[in-house]
């Protein structure tokens, strides 16, 4: 038989996977049987599993407490990985809103490379720059 807390452990992974199954994964595959992992990962069968289940089942309170484990544990997941998610996207939002530094005004009028006086006008001499007034 699967110890308790083996057994909350191995049923929040369960969830999850069957959870998982209709989920596209990195490799865009979606109906794929994640429970072979699990069973894998807890070196169980699913005979081995459907006996303690069976087990545990059969008092209905123990279950009950065992469920209620489960349930806060799948919570606490969730909220820890919509925490992420919320993170990542305030960081992208914030890429999205960057506006470029405005560009220097004073950078704006030497590039035109006509300066206008109130009295005169001047061009650029772009080799000595600096203005030279004009004829």
């Not at 999850?16 to 990195?26: G, L, R």
């Amino acid at each position: 038989m699967i110890p308790k807390d083996s057994m909350i452990a191995l049923l929040t992974d369960m969830y999850i996977a069957s959870s998982a199954k209709n989920t596209k994964n990195i490799y865009l595959q979606r109906n794929v049987n994640y429970m072979a992992f699990v069973y894998e990962k807890y070196k169980i069968d699913s005979t081995r599993f459907d006996a303690s289940n069976t087990y545990y089942t059969s008092k209905i309170q123990e279950y009950n407490d065992l469920i209620s484990e489960v349930k806060k544990r799948l919570d606490k997941k969730h909220t820890f990985y919509q925490l992420k998610l919320d993170s990542l996207d305030s960081i992208k939002r914030h890429e999205k809103l960057k506006t470029p530094l405005k560009s220097d005004s004073i950078k704006k009028v030497v590039s035109n490379s006509k300066l206008k006086d109130s009295i005169r006008s001047f061009t650029l001499d772009k080799k000595l720059k600096r203005p030279i007034q004009k004829q």
